[in-house]
C-alpha cells in the first residue's frame, strides 16, 4: 500500500522515460489496487452483517446445551450407515457463546456428523489454562458419554489456543485426534491493544507466558492441527500469528483469501473445508496447497 501512494507522484517524469511499459505496469498496479478496494469492502461488509445478525442470535446461546440421549431403536429397523469419525467439540473465541456456530454445526450435521457438541465457557474466564482443564472434563464426559475413545475440536479465535493448550500441554492428545481452529492468535496477536486490560487477553499476547508454554518443546503429541487463517483477519497482527508453527507438532496452514475474522466460522467455503480437514487427511493437504479463495 505505501507504494502505490507514492507512485502516483513519480509516474509523469518515468512515463517520459519509459512510455510503453510504464504505462503497461501503472495500469496493472491500478487494477490490483483496484480489486484489493473492492475486496476489503465486501468482506468488511460481511463483517459487519455478520456482527449484526450474531448479536439478534447471541442470547439464544447463552447457556449450555442439553445433551439428549439417543433414542431406542425399535426391533427390526435397519440402520442407516454413519461415519466413523468421532464426535466434534466446537469451542467458542473470546466474549463469545456457542451460538457462533450455528451456520458450521448445521452445515457438518447435513453432511453426516451427528454427533456435535458446544462447550460454552464464562466470559468471565481470565485464564487459559482454566479453560482447557474444563475443556479436558468436558471431553471426558464425552468419551464416557459416547463410547468413543477421541473427539475432534473445532476452535474459533482464543478456542482454537484453548484447544491446543490442552492437547498440547496437558495431555489432551490422547483424547483429540484434530484441533481444527479458526482465527487463532497461535504465536500471539498485537491487535487491539486497548483489550490488554483484560487478564485473558493479555495470555494471547506474543510474549505471554501461555504463548511461551506453547512454543515449548512438545514430542510425541499425537494430536494433528490444522489451523485456518485469513489475509483480512484484523485481529491478527501480525496475520501469520493465526499459523501453527511447532516442529513437534503434524501442522497444516490453510490460507483463506477474501473474508475477515467473524466470517471464518460462517462462510459455507470455510465449513466445506473444515468438513475436509475432519473426513480426509489427504483432501485436507490439496486445500493447505492452494488455500480457500472466497469471492
Known amino acids: 500500500m505505501k507504494v502505490t501512494g507514492v507512485l502516483p507522484l513519480f509516474l509523469p517524469i518515468c512515463r517520459r522515460l519509459w512510455p510503453g511499459r510504464l504505462a503497461s505496469v501503472s495500469a496493472t498496479l491500478v487494477k490490483a489496487t483496484a480489486l484489493e478496494s473492492v475486496t476489503l469492502v465486501k468482506a468488511t461488509a460481511l463483517e459487519a452483517a455478520i456482527l449484526a ?11 449450555q446445551e442439553r445433551r439428549q440421549a439417543d433414542l431406542p431403536v425399535p426391533a427390526g429397523t435397519a440402520r442407516l450407515p454413519v461415519p466413523t469419525g468421532p464426535p466434534v467439540v466446537l469451542l467458542h473465541g473470546f466474549i463469545d457463546n456457542r451460538s457462533v456456530f450455528v451456520l458450521l454445526r448445521r452445515s457438518l450435521a447435513q453432511h453426516g456428523r451427528q454427533r456435535v457438541e ?82 485473558i487477553v493479555r495470555q494471547m499476547r506474543p510474549d505471554s507466558p501461555v504463548i511461551e508454554e ?34 513437534d507438532l503434524e501442522a497444516h496452514n490453510i490460507r483463506v483469501s477474501g473474508i475477515g475474522h ?34
Open 214 to 247: 506453547l512454543a515449548r518443546p512438545a514430542p510425541g503429541c499425537r494430536t494433528r492441527f490444522v489451523s485456518f487463517w485469513s489475509d483480512l483477519d484484523s485481529v491478527m497482527a501480525p496475520l501469520e500469528a493465526a499459523c501453527v508453527d511447532h516442529p
Open 262 to 295: 467473524l466470517a471464518l466460522p460462517v462462510h459455507p467455503t470455510v465449513a466445506a473445508g473444515i468438513r475436509e480437514a475432519l473426513d480426509s487427511e489427504s483432501a485436507m493437504r490439496r486445500q493447505e496447497g492452494g488455500g480457500l479463495t472466497v469471492a
Open 118 to 199: 458446544s462447550l460454552n465457557y464464562s466470559p468471565l474466564t481470565c485464564d487459559i489454562r482454566t479453560a482447557a482443564e474444563l475443556l479436558g472434563r468436558h471431553v471426558e464426559e464425552i468419551c464416557e458419554r459416547t463410547g468413543s475413545a477421541q473427539v475432534d475440536i473445532v476452535g474459533h479465535s482464543l478456542g482454537g489456543l484453548i484447544a491446543r493448550y490442552y492437547a498440547q500441554c496437558l495431555g489432551g492428545d490422547v483424547r483429540v485426534r484434530t484441533v481444527v481452529t479458526l482465527g487463532t492468535p497461535h504465536s500471539g496477536t498485537r491487535a487491539i491493544p486497548l483489550a490488554s486490560a483484560h487478564p
Open 53 to 63: 445478525g450474531h448479536m439478534l442470535l447471541y442470547p439464544t446461546g447463552l447457556t
